[in-house]
């Protein structure tokens, strides 16, 4: 039977399906990550309460999304009903205590449970433009907004924040584009109708302020259990990729802010990635290789993380590799597809000589799974075929009357149940659009109500001497002398030549008559 250093899971069985020995998991491994795998209905969620409750009941906070509310039921006490007692009694679980767990609830949309939020800065240009599933010309342009917005103190909280920078991006195109490369207005336009879709999906619910605080993730109550954090996804599941998103940017979050601490007694928080392969459809390659870094290295600051899904085909090799810990479900092989996964799925096994694992994957029943965990010195047990405990929770889902209470005795109730909407990029950008407008009007003012005509003097008449200004009648500055003539002065000497030019020849003729007459 488990001890405070383990996790008791379930009981494994002997071929002629006798009861052989307790099937644990070390606390000391518990952050060398997991996976749980299996068809729909073969008993996965059921695993999952199972491995939450024995967290949370040796002191490490958890977090997990509730795809169904079916896992809701965790806050709740257990129920004695008989197929339950019968499964204690076959995996020698003496004695079956029922218990409640303290549990906060979570939702992105703020219906079932409290508001969770982040904000465009945080949540980054790589993951929005996986969330928005833009081009790479448009990634383009997502970075060299980010850019701006760092350059120019502009702070990115909520939606509206980034659909104005964008519209300031789109206004200043060439000068950008000089900058950072080609930035088009029709690229910024479709970013901008993404966004539109976005917001109408539910983003606008998550980007924005009081952010989440990963420390109210990691919350333990005061007689030393973990707190379960159950994020209500039924929703959420609508947009798929805004879950997916989510997920990777809180995995992110806690790899950036938690401390190194090498490989502790037990997990700091274990992290449940429900319906896992919806992070790797279609995912692109930088996605991916983010995905493995951070599961690769987040073990280190203390955190496990154990992917939830059907099939271990949906995880991609280079995740698998990572994980240690692993409960496999029962798996259909009626198509190739499925053939391979189940070959795939006992290949990672340490392989028992009492039974053939990819013939046993197809034949086990509801709440039956083969278990490797690791032992000692981090070494993948031998699998065995195991009956999986049942839970001391409740086994179902809550009533809404019952969530209404537990989320009103929160510890983080009124912490973000309002959104707060502080000065930022769009407000920014609403001010500096405003005084530019300002000026301008105030510079037409000041110009001259007759600025639109041309004044022309002649040298040496009327104002020339000191031309006065009609707005003020103060003195002009006296033109500087210049060897250049002005069209003015140009058409004076003309006529004074040509004037000149004509009284000459008057005064020639005169004389020339004058002589005629002599002779």
Known sequence: MADESSIFIGASRKPDDSYQGPEELLLKYGNRHGLVTGATGTGKTVSLQVLAEGFSNAGVPVFAADIKGDLSGIAAMGEAKDFLVARAEQVKLDPYEFQEFPVIFWDLFGEKGHPIRATVSEMGP?????????????????????????????????????????????????????????????????????????????????????????????????????????????????????????????????????????????????????????????????????????????????????????????????????????????????????????????????????????????????GEALISTLEEKGVPSIVQRTLVRPPASRLGPITDAERSKIIAESPVTGQYDKTVDRESAFETLQKRAADKAQAEQQAQEAEPADSGRTRWTIPGFGDDAAPTTRTTGRAAPRPRASNRQTVAEAAIKSVVRSVGSSVGRALVRGILGSLKKGF
Request: proline content about 5%.
């Open 126 to 366: 790589l993951l929005l433009s996986r969330l928005m599933n833009l081009t790479d010309a448009q990634e383009g342009v997502m970075n060299i907004a980010f850019k701006i917005a760092d350059e120019e103190g502009l702070l990115l909280l909520d939606m509206k924040d980034l659909q104005s920078l964008l519209a300031n991006i789109a206004g200043r195109a060439d000068e950008i584009s000089s900058r950072y490369g080609n930035v088009t207005k029709p690229s910024v336009g479709a970013i901008q109708r993404t966004l539109l879709v976005l917001e109408q999906q539910g983003g606008n619910f998550f980007f924005g302020e009081p952010a989440l605080n990963i420390a109210d993730l990691m919350r333990t109550t005061r007689d030393g259990r973990g707190a379960v954090s159950i994020l209500a996804a039924e929703k959420l599941m609508m947009n798929p990729r805004l879950y997916a998103t989510f997920l990777l940017w809180l995995m992110s979050e806690l790899f950036e802010q938690l401390p190194e601490i090498g490989d502790p007694d037990k997990p700091k928080l274990v992290f449940f990635f429900d319906e896992a392969h919806l992070l790797f459809t279609d995912a692109p390659k930088a996605l991916v290789d983010r995905v493995e870094q951070v599961v690769r290295l987040i073990r280190s600051k203390g955190v496990g993380v154990y992917f939830v899904t059907q099939n271990p085909l949906d995880v991609p090799e280079t995740v698998l590799a990572q994980l240690g810990n692993r409960v496999q479900h029962a798996l259909r092989a009626y198509t190739p597809r499925e053939q391979k996964a189940v070959r795939t799925a006992a290949d990672t096994f340490r392989a028992n000589p009492d039974f053939d694992c990819a013939e046993a994957i197809t034949k086990l029943g509801t």
